[in-house]
């Protein structure tokens, strides 16, 4: 079971904007605000990962020098292609 969240002091038209808008959807209001809370949970997860990143590249370093060569990679995945040489075109 799950916890309980309230929130006061909700413009009367806000809550007639949400009511409205879970009936078009076919939702209870309950439905529709609790798809709030979840959508944000799973979205800060992606949030810190971006955060990471950002971080990792600010520190500097990049590629390892055994790092795989992109366009060699992606050469390697595309079919062959007799117009093009052998291979699909890069890009």
């Keep these: 079971m799950g916890g309980e969240i309230t929130v006061r002091d909700v413009p009367e038209d806000v809550r007639e904007a949400l009511m409205e808008e879970a009936r078009r959807q076919g939702r209870s209001l309950q439905g529709l605000l609790l798809a709030v ?12 990962l971006l955060a990471d990143i950002e971080r990792e590249l600010a520190e500097g370093g990049g590629a390892g020098p055994d790092a795989p060569d ?3 990679l992606i050469r390697a995945e595309r079919p062959d292609d007799p117009g093009e040489g052998g291979t699909g075109p890069v890009g």
Excluded: C, W, Y
């Design 37 to 48: 809370p979840v959508r944000e949970a799973a979205f800060s997860g992606n949030r810190r």
């Design 70 to 72: 992109s366009a060699e």
